[in-house]
């Protein structure tokens, strides 16, 4: 308020060099113009219509408005009301007993209105009220519109006041009632919060313990986890293991297999030699011992023994002349897995024609 009069006093100094008009673009009304006190509200409009033709310069040249400004003062000066530009309208004296409303309108209709509900003022109110409208125009000029209204107050009859104090109490009536309702909305409302808060209070509780559920159950999947990893470690390094087991078997049953070919071969293999010649006094040779003559025969295996073989032999054919000394020998000599040397032979000069030697070779 105090910035609204400083405006205001400005603004007067600002325009206090002005040619006041009294014409046409102001309008100013009192409804009623004739008001019984106490009991009848009072309704001051001031409007101003901004239409550039009737703001004619003393050059009677249409006007562009650059600015203005509107206040409503009694009839000695006292400031009321006013509104401006980027000042809402507002009352400046008694701001407790009056509604003050209005706007500025630079294309259109610009208005200040003032309201007493009800006309009961401590003092005695002056019955002539002022609007003026101060415009400051594009050329430079300032232009002041001013115009009056009169208002009549009247002392209400003592029936107007039974019938006012009448309406007054029902109205009094019909407001209590509204605020019985009201309280009990209240009360409903605040109930309602009540329980919303406890709502809430619930709901963050059970967030809460949410929230914990979710961290333990956060834990319980990390040790999960562990496990899972632990027992794929473990499932494989079973696997692995168990491929080695199988390796291992296999390479066992390969064994196995050789070792029964062996046993087989052990067991299974034997050799034959049939009417071998072991030849003659002709063909043998000096064994190396006196008077001994022998002849080594040299026997090689078709397939060579795992170890060595025992070779038993016989004599098969033994062909001597008549009337000599009968002197043979036979043995066997450098027996080994590949084979052995059959020697045949006599001593003393004996004579021998021929021999013969069957011999068998084993394993046991
Ligand atoms: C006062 O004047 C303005 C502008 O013409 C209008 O809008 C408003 O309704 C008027 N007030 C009353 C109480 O007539
Ligand atoms: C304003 O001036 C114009 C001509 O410039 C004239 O026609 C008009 O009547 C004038 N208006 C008033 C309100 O003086
Ligand atoms: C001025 O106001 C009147 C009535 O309030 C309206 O009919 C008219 O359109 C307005 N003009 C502009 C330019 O706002
Ligand atoms: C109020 O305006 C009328 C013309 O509308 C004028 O005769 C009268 O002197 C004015 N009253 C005052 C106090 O200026
Ligand atoms: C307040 O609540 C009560 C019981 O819930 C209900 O009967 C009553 O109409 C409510 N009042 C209002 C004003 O909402
Ligand atoms: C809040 O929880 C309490 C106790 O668990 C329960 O009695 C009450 O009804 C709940 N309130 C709401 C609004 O859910
Ligand atoms: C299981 O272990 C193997 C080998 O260590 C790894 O490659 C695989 O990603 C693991 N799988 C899981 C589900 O942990
Ligand atoms: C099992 O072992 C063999 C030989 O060691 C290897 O070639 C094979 O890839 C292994 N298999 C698996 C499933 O580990
Ligand atoms: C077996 O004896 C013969 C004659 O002495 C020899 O040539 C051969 O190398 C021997 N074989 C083995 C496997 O010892």
């Not at 405006?7 to 008009?21: D, P, S, Y």
């Not at 080994?336 to 069957?358: K, Q």
Request: negative net charge; contains cysteine.
């Amino acid at each position: 308020m105090m910035t609204n009069l400083i405006t205001v006093k400005v603004l007067l100094l600002w325009f206090g060099f002005t040619r006041f008009i009294t014409a046409s673009p102001i309008s100013f009304a009192a409804t009623p113009s004739s008001v019984r006190k106490v009991i009848d509200p009072l309704i001051l409009n001031c409007t101003f219509q901004n239409t550039n033709t009737q703001l004619n310069t003393s050059d009677h040249m249409p006007a562009e408005i650059v600015d203005f400004y509107m206040y409503i003062s009694k009839g000695d000066g006292t400031l009321l009301a006013s509104v401006a530009r980027n000042l809402p309208a507002e009352a400046i004296h008694d701001p407790h007993f009056m509604l003050v409303e209005g706007q500025m309108n630079y294309d259109n209709i610009s208005y200040l209105q003032i309201t007493w509900p009800s006309t009961l003022f401590d003092k005695p109110i002056d019955n002539s009220y002022f609007c003026s409208v101060h415009v400051l125009i594009r050329s430079g000029y300032e232009l002041t519109f001013q115009t009056n209204v009169t208002v009549s107050f009247l002392t209400p009859s003592y029936e107007d006041l039974i019938v006012y104090l009448y309406r007054q109490r029902r109205e009094l009536e019909h407001k209590s009632r509204s605020i019985n309702d009201l309280k009990k909305t209240l009360s409903n409302t605040s109930h309602d919060l009540a329980s919303l808060k406890q709502g809430v209070m619930n709901c963050t509780s059970r967030l809460h313990q949410l929230s914990l559920e979710l961290s333990s159950t956060t834990a319980a999947t990390g040790t999960l986890n562990q496990d899972v990893a632990m027992i794929n470690q473990t499932m494989y390094r079973v696997i692995f293991e168990a491929n080695g087991t199988a390796t291992y078997l296999h390479s066992l049953q390969s064994d196995v297999k050789e070792l029964k070919l062996f046993h087989n071969e052990l067991t299974t293999h034997v050799e034959q030699g049939v009417r071998v010649y072991c030849g003659g006094s002709n063909t043998f040779v000096s064994s190396g011992y006196e008077r001994e003559m022998h002849l080594v025969v040299p026997i090689v295996f078709q397939k060579p023994f795992p170890k060595v073989p025992v070779v038993t032999f016989s004599l098969r054919i033994l062909d001597v002349p008549k009337d000599e000394h009968l002197r043979v020998f036979a043995y066997t000599q450098n027996i080994n897995s590949t084979g052995f040397e059959m020697v045949c032979g006599t001593w003393d000069g004996s004579f021998i024609n021929a021999m013969d030697v069957d011999w068998t070779a084993t394993v046991v």
